[in-house]
């Protein structure tokens, strides 16, 4: 298929034998990706950090072709979900079909390896160009905040790997949390008002969350995504201690996913209000708001240059979605940035995750064009 995929395959075999499951060390791809990009005369930084297992993470930031601004970054992160014990070869690559499977293949090591390879291949390259491997994407977008913290890894235009099918995706929406632990009082089931359920006061909130959900949060609308507004979950829910106490808490999580347009503190201010009327009808109504994540979405520009560089190369029309990616992180950094990546979101974070060789073959050579078009390397 191409002369290109033999090295591929090989570099992508050695990236997906190291576990680097967001709950370990990711320094054994750190160090190779390395030693491989300084061997090609890229200087490169590493920031450290410690994740709240206490497990040391690393972000690698790779630099050739000047100091100061990038004109290009390629980003991916170096982590992975777990993987089932039953998957023997996950950590092996193996070929069927045209796909190459193990995981990591699809999100995001592929990507890494087209990166590393079309940055390796650049010879000369006349305005800085930039490889970021990042930590802890899967677990939170940690290690890309921590770029931000630091003021590191920026560029004028940013490739974020992400298995997008090599369509250009230059929008996304946010991602947020909040934990909500309602409070009642215990007491015997045969006398409810000896009592307060906080199991009934919760479904008393979780009513009127669904009630703003359908309503008041479609009025805001971006028509660039599918679907159109930000989305409301809740997803897990725990209360009580047995079958006849009346509960005395009950926990559940809100997570909602917002366009870029709206402020990501918009539901979290939502559940504000809904605590404030239930104490109204209820004055002993008692209810605590831990919001734990609030990710900004992104909307780059369809016309931005880096998105029509991708569109043109790819012969893909740009898109959007509705998980969230590192391309918010980048954009803080003063990018311009588009997800990008071979193979399909929909096969990644399962047992058989694979990426198409065809796939990898195109964006390891569309990667290359960006090379020579942002920097005007070989």
Same mark, same amino acid.
């Given at each position: 298929m191409s002369d290109t995929l033999p090295a591929l395959r090989a570099t992508l075999t050695e990236l997906v034998a190291m576990d680097t499951t967001s709950?370990?060390?990711?320094?054994?791809?750190?160090? %190779? &990706?390395?030693?491989?990009?300084?061997?090609? !005369? #890229?200087? @490169?930084?590493?920031?450290?950090?410690?994740?709240? /297992?206490?497990?040391?993470?690393?972000?690698?930031?790779?630099v050739k072709g000047g100091s100061g601004r990038a004109a290009l970054a390629l980003v991916g992160h170096s982590d992975c979900v777990p993987?089932?014990?039953?998957?023997?070869?996950?950590?092996?690559?193996?070929?069927?079909?045209?796909?190459? %499977? &193990?995981?990591?293949?699809?999100?995001?090591? !592929? #990507?890494? @390896?087209?990166?590393?390879?079309?940055?390796?291949? /650049?010879?000369?390259?006349?305005?800085?160009?930039?490889?970021?491997?990042?930590?802890?994407e899967e677990v939170g977008l940690t290690g890309a905040k921590k770029l931000v913290e630091a003021g590191l890894g920026r560029a004028r235009h940013a490739i974020v790997g992400e298995p997008t099918r090599l369509i250009p995706v230059r929008a996304n929406k946010g991602y947020c949390l909040a934990e909500v632990e309602v409070v009642g009082k215990?007491?015997?089931?045969?006398?409810?008002?000896?009592?307060?359920?906080?199991?009934?006061?919760?479904?008393?909130?979780?009513?009127?969350?669904?009630?703003?959900?359908?309503?008041?949060?479609?009025?805001?609308?971006?028509?660039?995504?599918?679907?159109?507004?930000?989305?409301?979950?809740?997803?897990?829910?725990?209360?009580?201690?047995?079958?006849?106490?009346?509960?005395g808490a009950c926990r559940f999580v809100v997570e909602w996913r917002p366009i870029p347009g709206q402020p990501p503190e918009r539901v979290s201010q939502l559940l504000e209000t809904i605590r404030q009327e239930l104490v109204r009808d209820e004055p002993a109504f008692e209810a605590r708001i831990r919001v734990v994540r609030t990710d900004r979405g992104v909307n780059t520009r369809a016309d931005a240059e880096v998105v029509r560089f991708l569109a043109e190369a790819s012969g893909n029309a740009p898109e959007t979605v509705s998980f969230g990616t590192e391309a918010p992180q980048m954009t803080e950094l003063g990018a311009e940035a588009v997800v990008f990546g071979p193979g399909d979101i929909r096969v990644a974070h399962q047992t058989g995750e694979y990426v198409p060789v065809e796939d990898l073959v195109r964006c390891e050579a569309i990667l290359a064009r960006a090379v020579a078009h942002f920097c005007g390397g070989n």
């Open positions: 709950s370990r060390p990711n320094a054994p791809l750190i160090d %190779y &990706a390395q030693a491989r990009l300084e061997a090609a !005369g #890229f200087s @490169a930084e590493r920031q450290k950090f410690t994740d709240d /297992a206490g497990v040391e993470k690393i972000n690698l930031v790779a993987y089932d014990a039953a998957w023997t070869d996950a950590l092996r690559l193996t070929e069927k079909d045209g796909r190459l %499977y &193990a995981r990591g293949a699809c999100d995001t090591k !592929g #990507f890494i @390896a087209c990166a590393l390879h079309a940055a390796l291949n /650049a010879q000369q390259v006349k305005a800085p160009l930039m490889v970021v491997l990042t930590a802890d215990e007491g015997h089931s045969a006398y409810p008002d000896s009592g307060a359920s906080a199991i009934f006061r919760a479904g008393r909130f979780l009513q009127r969350l669904e009630h703003l959900a359908l309503t008041v949060l479609r009025e805001d609308r971006d028509e660039g995504f599918q679907p159109p507004f930000t989305t409301v979950n809740v997803g897990t829910i725990q209360g009580g201690k047995a079958k006849n106490v009346i509960p």
